[in-house]
T-cell receptor, first 111, second 114 residues
Framework: NAGVTQTPKFQVLKTGQSMTLQCAQD?????MYWYRQDPGMGLRLIYY???????DKGEVPNGYNVSRLNKREFSLRLESAAPSQTSVYFCASNLANEKLFFGSGTQLSVL | AQKITQTQPGMFVQEKEAVTLDCTYD???????LFWYKQPSSGEMIFLIYQGSYDQQNATEGRYSLNFQKARKSANLVISASQLGDSAMYFC???????????FGGGTRVLVKP
């Protein structure tokens, strides 16, 4: 059972570089999410997609863009990475009103 | 204002004892859900327990129980008979009716001592 799959698991970027974090789920979930977790802190919502074709800003959307490519895939793009975006990124998905299933996370360092 | 507050940044518990992790929340929605997740040092997020705002009874899942006090807006997690493997970060989260997204608290780190 794959569940929620994120790639890559680790990434180091230089300031100003761009990259896309990929996320796919095979549970036929309608909703998908991107969270970031800074050291010793809780998860903060960056963007989410309640259903295919829709995306909405979360708590900390600045510096990020997302694409809900289809029902399975939800990508997060950093157009011009900044050191403040050094964090662990989690993708998650769920059906309406149910628990979130999380990916294993992407550890991103921006130098 | 914080929607989810976990006031205990860290705590120690003796193996085999019970521990209570505090969580208070703030919402004006009558319909909401409360979740607890565990994050071990390996980093994955593990779902533990769920309580709906209209649930009449406190949720239980094995050694985990949720002490839900609606009037106080608190949803404390109780772990009974602590094990060394319970050492982890624990996060409380809330889903409000307006939207399907979860808002997380800052977490509590639990260290179980042998």
């Amino acid at each position: 059972n794959a569940g929620v799959t994120q790639t890559p698991k680790f990434q180091v970027l230089k300031t100003g570089q761009s990259m896309t974090l990929q996320c796919a789920q095979d549970m036929n979930h309608n909703s998908m999410y991107w969270y970031r977790q800074d050291p010793g802190m809780g998860l903060r919502l960056i963007y989410y997609s309640a259903s295919e074709g829709t995306t909405d800003k979360g708590e900390v959307p600045n510096g990020y863009n997302v694409s809900r490519l289809n029902k399975r895939e939800f990508s997060l793009r950093l157009e011009s990475a900044a050191p403040s975006q050094t964090s662990v990124y989690f993708c998650a998905s769920n059906l309406a009103n149910e628990k979130l299933f999380f990916g294993s996370g992407t550890q991103l360092s921006v130098l | 204002a914080q929607k989810i507050t976990q006031t205990q940044p860290g705590m120690f518990v003796q193996e085999k004892e019970a521990v209570t992790l505090d969580c208070t929340y703030d919402t004006s929605d009558p319909s909401y859900g409360l979740f607890w997740y565990k994050q071990p040092s390996s980093g994955e997020m593990i779902f533990l327990i769920y309580q709906g705002s209209y649930d009449q009874q406190n949720a239980t899942e094995g050694r985990y129980s949720l002490n839900f006090q609606k009037a106080r807006k608190s949803a404390n997690l109780v772990i009974s008979a602590s094990q060394l493997g319970d050492s982890a970060m624990y996060f409380c989260a809330m889903r409000e009716a307006a939207g399907n997204k979860l808002t997380f608290g800052g977490g509590t780190r639990v260290l179980v001592k042998p």
